[in-house]
């Protein structure tokens, strides 16, 4: 009896036990606009942008998504199926984006390294490994990459963060150099790099103490780093959680965002001036306030810029746009989207300009959780079309010709 | 034929099932011999409304370590189940969520003031004699207000002492050792202490490095195999008890207590290989006591006291002197919890009966975060209920009224509203033929939880200005039953529901401006539809009995939040279309074996029904095989051997967070 009992269950379990192997999500590719015409096409110096999806932490769901211009096509999700036998795809928090020579970097925050990838293809070429690294820049053959581990004190609180210095052609950190806590963004100007120090960690996990001490946690400096000597020359001391750095047309101003301390003091935008390293402005809001800025992007003289701050009263967030003429070093505009259509927009999160054509596109974020949009206006500010991206689309990338 | 295995077989079930009864009503309450009635309870019982209970051997032969795995093989559950026997494991029934799930531990609710949910991963079976599931509420009145105030409660019931005739203890020893490097000693000891009062002692130690093989691969592409790190547990629990009976009543009391290390594996993402491993820690401390009285004080009145003292501390360190990809925290975390419940039953005639409780809950939080506001929180929660019993109608109805009043310790910090709220429920069965062993059951329940004190207060992310997250539910449906005296099908119980649920105000996260800083929004609104069945069988194959029992579910939970949004109408994260159970258990003479199944159908990890969040349907087989009643130098020894996952199926519950492949565990218990 218990044989025959034995007999059938082993034949129930051939039944039902294979399953399928998993498939690779493979690329999407939609139509979305026209094709660029002959003339278009030789007249252009861009092919196309990248769009690097975050994913939500811990969710393994970065992704890359290609506009292609030359085609009019939208490719969704194109680094699993271009990429088959790289395991786990893309990785955990895609956090920047650049390109270089004929190599394409992405900065995978919380698989702590820079996937490196063709250009063109998207086609892996290796990884630099930096642990919890976050935004990068480039120049004289080298890639600049921030990260927040840096090298541990006594005082587990009080850890730099530092900058990696990586070879393009070995793909070899060939040096580090340490600056202030959790440094986020980076940028050069003439033969300096600009760091922006936001002291993050501390600012969120200290201690119990009142709230004024709260907000000195955060680091409020900007390192400057000798690019020659790859030595911390300078600490700017700038406003507490500084982010982004955007430098204007003629290298003449560094514009630093602040992201305040999330309670009672505000986010700002801060002017520097690289020959004296040192702030020398502000932008205000039109009221004469602060002028509050989550990320910006220049464009000739112009930055563009929005901003997202919580508001208790209406429990959602409230979203400001802006325009500051370089020229001027003011606010200029409350709006670069000018058909009202920005309303549609749940959370700004991703900010581009067309370096060209001047066309902008904004990514939305929505609940973080689900596939985000990409929105293209005109270069005056009309809504063209829409698109569903990967989740927490974010950062952007354009891709010149070869040999541009 | 020898009858004679069979016949103790039977005996140790009933012996299980007269143990797990708690005496509901006054007509238990009236007999002499309570244990007597309690016998006659079958598994899926004729209840009003739908329940599910494993007991006894049944719970014993599973080859599972905790309670979250026993309750796998319900309908309408889903497990979220992070993996290995450290990981989180929370039981989220019926769509509605975790949060809406009471679990109560020997008839009191196990509370969390701090994030609402209750680890099921931590609660061994060793010393379980039985978990039950109901949806809705317990359909008896004599119980806490508590026991109403949840959307489904799952009751844990510990061993309760008993003897073999003519003796006055017991002492069992147990030791596994299984994949895993998992090693888990196990004592119980029971003792008689006179005419009325009986004692037991169980304590266990579990220890696993947690370090299994899993493997991602996909087809044409990549295959990677790795090593689950840092998901080692060491964990200890020791309980005593006190049981008493008295003239029309018992009490007991229990003393409750689990330390514990553990490691956190994280996420699975891509990494390099090797590269860096996660290192932080958490430390556990519980305890808890609690007591119980039940007394019958007139012809018509009886009368019920609980009380309990919890107490757990957790201590997480996350430390970038060993993880350098990491950012440093360290946090401690104290709760205290002081409740404190009396009900009165009312029962002039047989058909009718009505009843009152009232508890009083205190919940106290503190922490070492940076700006932690300190709350504490004041429940007060009545009901009133009452019952009819017109032999084939009943019908059940309770009110209960909830008051809470939080306060903040922190200067110029604010504490959440205060909240008065009244929520019903209506239960009613009838027996069409008398015949016929056929119920049919509705129940409507509409019922809230509250906002934790991380979703309030938790610093940079809590919302003090949440409200209550609302359910109801509706539910249809039908149980039958049937024995037979001499067919190869013995015995066989059959129950089917219907249900449409709503969520409404759900709390869910939201991100403000950055990754960095989230909140919580009273957002959501789910919509669920489902089918739950569930068939217990009892065959006879000449020497061999086999129980087998079938579970299947079948469930759209609908995301209709935002009708703006493009994903409105998705199915809710990790909630499978179809999903089923088999548990297959044979019986021959000292030998049992045990089969069972779990599958769990195609679902989303997000409410983005698109490939990039699909998820393949998972099954496992288990398999385990024991001897018992083996008699060597004057001791009963059984031996279990269990193999799991037996077809080495790579998958996840939860998304990054990979499950063990195929596993073994020996098991040897000895009992004087």
Redesign the interface.
Known sequence: MMYRVLCVMVVLLLLVGCRKPEEIVPEQIIQIEEPMSEEELVATEYLGFYLLNEGNMGSNKSTLDYMDLTTGKYHRNIFAERNPHVARELGDVGNDIGIYGSKLYAVINCSHFVEVMDAMTATHIGVVSIPNCRYLCFHGGYAYITSYAGPVQIDPNARPGYVAKVDTATLQVVDTCVVGYQPDEIVRVGNKLYVANSGGYRGATMENENSEQASQRYDHTVSVIDIATFKEIKRIDVAINLHRLEVDADSAFIYVSSRGDYYDIPSRTIIIDPHVDQCVGEVLSKDGGPLACTNMTRHGDSIYLYSTEWSWYGERNTITYGIINTQEQRLVSRMFITDGSETSIEVPYGLAVHPENGSIYVTDAKNYVTPGKLHKYSPDGKHLWEITTGDIPAHFVFLKKRGK | MNTKPIKLATAALLLALRAVAQPDTVSVMREVDIEEVRVARSRIQKEVIPVQLLEGQQLKRLSVHSVADAVRYFSGVQIKDYGGIGGLKTVNVRSLGSHHVGVFYDGIELGNAQNGVVDLGRFSLDNMEAVSMYNGQKSAIFQPAKDYASASALYLQARTPRFDEGKRSRLSVGMTVGSFDTYNPSLLWEQRIGQRVSNSVSAELMRTSGRYKFT?????????TAIRQNGDVLSMRAEAGLFGQMRRGEWRAKFYTYNSERGYP???????PG??KHQDRQWDNSMFVQATLRQQLGAAISMQVNAKYAYDYLHYVS???LD????????TYRQQETYLSVVGLFAPVDWWSASLAADYQYNVLDS?????VFPLRHSVLTAAATAFDFNRVKLQASLLHTYTHDIIRRQGAEAADDNSRFTPSVIASWRPFWSTDLNLRAFYKRVFRLPTFNDLYY??IG?I?LKPEYTTQYNIGATYANTWKSSVLRRIELQLDAYYNQVEDKIIA????????W?M?NLGYVEIRGIDAAVQSGWH????D?DLRLSYTFQRAADNTDPQ???YGGQIPYIPWHSGSVI?A?N?GNWA?N?SFI?TGERY????N???NYS????T?DLSLSYSNLHLVGVDWRITLEANN??N?QYEVV??YPMPGINFKLKLSATI
């Open positions: 991602y691969a996909k087809k044409d592409g990549y295959d990677t994280g996420a699975s993402v891509r990494e390099e590269k860096f430390d970038p002197r350098v990809t990491t950012m440093h925290v360290d946090n070492d975060m940076a700006n932690f610093t940079f919302n200005r939201m991100p403000t401006s950055n990754q960095f800083r909140t929004l194959f000449g020497p061999v086999m949004s493009q994903w297959a044979f021959w074996m089969y599958y990890e997000a409410v983005a698109i490939p990039e393949q349907p998972w099954y087989h037996i077809l199926q998304q990054c």
